[in-house]
């Protein structure tokens, strides 16, 4: 009878309560770790997206003549369009162009690249492109997923204000090398007589600006391609882009002059992973140290 006794007893509400502190104290201590075993898968799987960004634009530079996909603001383009006369490209071989009402336009840069990666993107019509721009495969490909919020934007524009349809990525990219940023020769009335025009040269850079040509960047394996990065602002610089203010910047001077919000702080805990042009990630802390170390302009001329 006493052992009968003993076993329907059952548990006293201190012995619960010490069984359920010990719970707590268990997962208090575990959830750090669960968390930073989450956060280095989710960092893992975003350098493996690069890599794969990688692997498409090399693909595409062989199948264009040695040219990455053109994206930015294309300054000054020939005609003031920009369409394969106004990049320079009239054979339409350096890049990839879709249909824009009556007009060619270069791919916006995740569609370029994503052809490269088996996914199905249309250029019969703008409203088609902007509907595979917004579908789950391409997305899925640009997305880190320790990216919380998605942001959306344009990719290439003009100063007409036309822009390529927007598209997500959580990849920011290096306007620096490959938009068209080279002045052209213009018509000037501001001579002796407004009846004699005359032709005035805009200051011509030593060399070039590469707008995508591979071969014309001297130090590859310091200059960015991709980054972990978000669109410069959710107002009129809705792109995911970082720009040059010199010709010899680097991501520190961007950063300082620009006052975007290019970089994200949050996303891997101050750090980021970075697609250099010779095709090497590396995952870096964002000091200022570091950030001098990373080439917008600096190593392309």
């Not at 524009?157 to 940023?181: C, M, Q, V």
Request: aromatic share 10%.
């Amino acid at each position: 009878m006493s052992h009968a006794r003993w076993h329907s007893r059952g548990f006293t509400l201190v012995e619960l309560l010490i069984v359920l502190g010990l719970i707590a104290l268990l997962i208090s201590m575990l959830t750090p770790l669960f968390v930073t075993m989450r956060e280095n898968a989710n960092r893992t799987q975003c350098v493996a997206n690069l890599f794969v960004i990688d692997r498409a634009a090399h693909q595409h530079a062989i199948d264009h003549r040695g040219y990455l996909p053109c994206a930015g603001w294309h300054i000054a383009p020939i005609g003031g369009v920009v369409n394969p006369q106004g990049l320079d490209d009239s054979q339409a071989i350096k890049y990839d162009y879709y249909t824009d009402g009556t007009e060619r336009r270069p791919m916006p840069i995740t569609a370029a690249l994503s052809r490269y990666m088996g996914i199905t993107v249309r250029t019969d019509s703008r409203a088609s492109l902007q509907e595979d721009l917004l579908g789950e495969a391409l997305r899925r490909q640009w997305r880190c997923p320790s990216q919380v919020l998605e942001l959306s934007g344009w990719s290439q524009k003009e100063s007409s204000g036309w822009t390529t349809p927007d598209e997500y990525s959580s990849y920011a990219f290096n306007e620096a090398i490959l938009a068209r940023h080279n002045p052209v020769t213009v018509q000037s009335t501001t001579g002796p007589s407004a009846t004699r025009p005359t032709t005035r040269l805009a200051t011509q850079p030593a060399v070039p600006y590469p707008v995508g040509e591979f071969g014309k960047i001297r130090q590859p394996a310091e200059v960015f391609l991709f980054l972990d990065g978000r669109t410069r602002d959710r107002t009129d610089r809705r792109i995911c882009a970082v720009i040059d203010y010199t010709r010899n910047d680097t991501l520190y001077d961007y950063q300082k002059r620009s006052f975007s919000e290019s970089l994200d702080y949050y996303r891997h805990r101050r750090l980021f992973n970075v697609l250099f042009l010779d095709g090497h990630v590396q995952t870096m802390s964002m000091e200022d140290a570091n950030l001098r170390l990373i080439g917008v302009s600096k190593g392309v001329f």
